[in-house]
């Protein structure tokens, strides 16, 4: 208990060393409690944004590669959409999305920007003399309505007295084509397909929702050009989409893939497992020129900001823990310089080397603890402001990436139900703009066992110095 009482003391004592050995320790606490707290909220917002995003499995052959093969869009493998299903079976796999999607045309309504009302028609170029109806809306069959990103993201919205649709031959439709054709909730459509051509399949579904739709009418870059001519048909219309379930669409029986769209994400229960589940796919047929990867577009979208502001605070908690630890190393080199004489009488008294090594380390503890109570409170304050602006400039920093990839126009083939789709890789969805910053039980614990280093740090060196000293010889300098 004496050395105890003395180390408290020594505290009083040395006022002026031990401020500034309480400045420097305290700078390092609450720049580690705002680098942690922050580190580790990303971290698991990474982590959630890998078991999401990460997870999902997308099937699809690179545009680049395909044009510096000299292949062209012919040079695509067929992918059918029975292969499609078959790879959903994996057990690999948590679940599967899947979205088909078919050019239409009804005798009962018109779409949005049809001049023709339906009655556009044109013949077959396979050399038969078909004639069929221009298409004028498309139909988009989900199999997980509630994660349609549109109605997620708030774009689009079902309107009071509506609902989505839940059981067959139910559809939502946009609220420009209802008033257009004077459509209201409860009303039966009829709508069939455009292709095959031949054996068209025909549709009667009941209109459960009316939503609105806050989208952009048309995604294709070139579709002013083909208002302008005339070319453009009302199917590329956004407005002109009606949506129902999967069931439904797949239910009208597809002799064939022609004419029909498949569009899925797989979604694997772990994300490590993607070369197993792509060791499977190949197995059942998938050809090597298709790519099986993770949407690496959009997870770099989502958790680039906060990969890049993790990267900042570590390397700014790994400089000042590494520049306070050397800090506090000097100071108690001083200090123990200015104590050789302290020393000097208490080993002349008989006290062992451990019990006044004991004594200093207990001085760091005392002075630790202090600043570690301080520290936390301030670091804790601080590090949701430091969080909020710190994001922020990551967050500027990758949109204004994505834009300049916009720009350059990057894109990939789609390998949908065998037919190739031109894209744009952009992300459809947008980083993390919001940290929760809070003090945990494991960043406590890592403070805590970084104080009790710093606490050692600080008087590892007088420790070591003191082992050094013979008390007869320190007493004798001082005389």
Avoid at 425 to 448: H, R, W
Wanted: hydrophobic share 45%.
């Amino acid at each position: 208990m004496y050395i105890l009482f003395n180390a408290m003391k020594n505290l009083l004592r040395n006022k002026g060393r031990n401020i500034l050995i309480a400045c420097v320790t305290l700078a390092i606490i609450i720049s580690a409690v705002v680098t942690l707290t922050i580190s580790n909220a990303a971290s698991k917002i990474i982590e959630d944004v890998r078991l999401d995003i990460g997870s999902r499995v997308e099937i699809s052959k690179d545009l680049f590669k395909l044009h510096s093969s000299g292949a062209g869009a012919s040079g695509l493998e067929r992918v059918s959409i029975n292969d499609y299903i078959e790879y959903s079976k994996s057990d690999f796999l948590q679940k599967t999305i899947f979205n088909v999607e078919m050019t239409a045309w009804s005798n009962t309504f018109f779409g949005v920007g049809d001049p023709d009302k339906g009655a556009r028609q044109y013949e077959s170029q396979d050399g038969s003399g078909t004639v069929s109806n221009a298409p004028t809306m498309r139909v988009e069959g989900y199999s997980e309505p509630d994660l349609i990103m549109e109605f997620v993201d708030g774009d689009r919205a079902i309107l009071e007295g509506g609902r989505m649709f839940e059981a067959d031959n139910e559809c939502v439709i946009s609220e420009e084509i209802a008033k257009l054709n004077n459509i209201s909730v409860g009303d039966t459509i009829h709508i069939q397909s455009i292709l095959p051509a031949d054996n068209p399949k025909k549709f009667d579904l009941t209109v459960v929702g009316i939503y609105s739709d806050e989208t952009d009418p048309y995604t294709n870059p070139y579709i002013e050009l083909q208002i302008q001519i005339g070319y453009a048909l009302s199917d590329e219309n956004r407005r002109n989409e009606v949506l129902t379930s999967y069931d439904t669409v797949m239910a009208a029986g597809w002799e064939s893939d022609y004419g029909l769209t498949m569009k899925t994400e797989y979604f694997l229960k772990d994300p490590d497992d993607l070369s197993k589940f792509e060791k499977e796919v190949r197995s059942k047929g998938l050809p090597a020129s298709i790519d099986v990867k993770i949407n690496q577009t959009d997870y770099d979208a989502v958790a680039g900001p906060m990969r890049g502001m993790k990267n900042a605070v570590t390397t700014f908690a790994f400089v000042i823990i590494i520049l306070g630890a050397i800090a506090l190393m000097l100071v108690s080199f001083l200090a123990i310089r200015e104590r050789k004489y302290e020393v000097g009488v208490l080993r002349a008294m008989g006290m062992e080397k451990g019990k006044i090594a004991f004594g200093i380390f207990a001085e760091a503890v005392m002075i630790t603890a202090i600043c570690l109570m301080i520290g936390l409170g301030v670091g804790n304050v601080g590090a949701q402001g430091i969080a909020d602006g710190l994001l922020a400039g990551q967050i500027t920093a990758a949109e204004e990436k994505l834009a300049d990839d916009a720009a350059a126009g990057g894109g990939k083939y789609l390998m949908a139900g065998g037919q190739s789709q031109t894209s744009i890789e952009v992300s459809k969805y947008k980083p993390v703009s919001d940290i929760q910053v809070n003090l945990g039980a494991d960043t406590l614990t890592q403070i805590i066992l970084l104080a009790l280093a710093l606490a050692a740090a600080s008087s590892v060196v007088g420790i070591v110095i003191i082992t050094k000293y013979e008390p007869l010889k320190i007493l004798r300098e001082r005389n």
